[in-house]
Each structure stands twice: as structure tokens, then as C-alpha cells.
């Protein structure tokens, strides 16, 4: 039984479709970081580093309340991808693991992409830049690849489901955050888009 699962990986992979099923799967928790209510921006900060750090640091809090009532599979997603080499610090000693969805076929999750339309922010210049940084970096502790490529909704549901229940959770592991500039951030002024 998992405590935390994070899904990562860019934009029009499927995390969300693969999010929500797996919340009917195990009837757990499904949380979005964009579920974070709106608040307003004080003047004289830098708009988009406030409102991510805010944003990061209610969902965080809001993790830990879930975990803390005692709920298990706290399926947790939509966050900047630079916060994904925090979560083996934060959630250490916890039984989580994190599925890094990729698709070896950039095409395929292009095409993905341009599906969703009005429903999605299409910027193929910044999914190719954020899919080459998710796909290169190394593998963090807990965290496994999900390869979406040639794959329906209900066999990525289904390798899911397996990698999740097979998967050996460490929850004591010798960790160095890795440089920031192997991630992607979504913040402009993080200087991580090239």
C-alpha cells in the first residue's frame, strides 16, 4: 500500500487521465497542485515565483494533512517539474513512489498535445524543451519510468497499476538534491527553459 503517488512528466503526456483513474482504482486522494484556491499578488514580488512557491507550499501542507488523517495512495500531480527533485527530501520515510511518464516518441506526445486543443497550452517550442530535460535527467529515489509509446489509456492504466503494487518503496536512502538546472520550471525567471 503506497502512501504517495507522484505523477510527473510534460505537458499532453495523460498524466491527469492516468491520475484519475488511478484515484478510482485505489480510492485514495486525487490532488492537483492548480487546485489551490486563487489569491491575489502583492505588488513589488516577482508574480510568477510567488505565486509558484504559495502554490507549492499549500500542496505540500495539504499532502501532509491527507497523510496525517491516515489516508493512503494520495495521488498527487500538475506541479513545476524543479519541485520533483524536492519530494525524495520532503517525503522521505514515507512509502511513495513517483511515476515519470515519457513518451520515447516525442511525435506521440506532440500529437497528444495538439489533441487537447483550447484545453491545453500549446507551446510546442517549451513541451519539446521540458520533455528533452524530463527524459535526460537521471531517475530520483522512488521514482520509476512510465513509457506511454504505442500504449492505450487503459495499458498505461494497467502498467501503472502494476509498477505501483510491485514497486518497493525506500524509505531511508542517501540523497543529494541534484542541480536545478537539470529540470524544467514553468517560472520564467528561474532561467531553466534552455
Excluded: C
Excluded at 487521465?17 to 486563487?38: C, D, R, S, W
Excluded at 518503496?169 to 525567471?189: G, H, I, T
Amino acid at each position: 500500500m503506497k502512501d504517495y503517488i507522484f505523477i510527473i512528466g510534460p505537458s499532453g503526456i495523460g498524466k491527469t487521465t492516468l491520475a484519475k483513474e488511478l484515484y478510482k482504482h485505489y480510492n485514495g486522494v486525487y490532488f492537483e497542485q492548480n487546485m489551490i484556491p486563487e489569491f491575489g499578488i502583492p505588488d513589488n514580488v516577482d508574480e510568477g515565483k510567488f505565486e509558484e512557491e504559495i502554490m507549492w507550499e499549500s500542496f505540500i501542507l495539504l499532502l501532509k494533512y491527507f497523510y496525517d488523517k491516515g489516508l493512503k495512495y494520495i495521488i498527487a500531480l500538475d506541479f513545476n517539474d524543479i519541485r520533483s527533485r524536492e519530494i525524495p527530501q520532503i517525503f522521505k520515510g514515507t512509502n511513495f513512489v513517483t511515476l515519470k511518464l515519457i513518451s520515447s516518441d516525442y511525435e506521440q506526445n506532440k500529437r497528444q498535445m495538439i489533441a487537447r486543443g483550447s484545453d491545453g497550452l500549446i507551446d510546442l517550442e517549451l513541451l519539446e524543451i521540458s520533455t528533452k530535460k524530463i527524459m535526460d535527467r537521471d531517475l530520483l529515489p522512488n521514482e520509476v519510468i512510465l513509457d506511454i509509446v504505442g500504449k492505450s489509456k487503459e495499458e498505461v492504466l494497467k502498467e501503472a497499476i502494476d509498477l505501483i503494487d510491485s514497486f518497493n518503496s525506500k524509505l531511508d536512502y542517501e540523497y543529494n538534491v541534484p542541480d536545478k538546472s537539470l529540470f524544467y520550471s514553468w517560472v520564467q525567471s528561474d532561467g531553466l527553459r534552455k
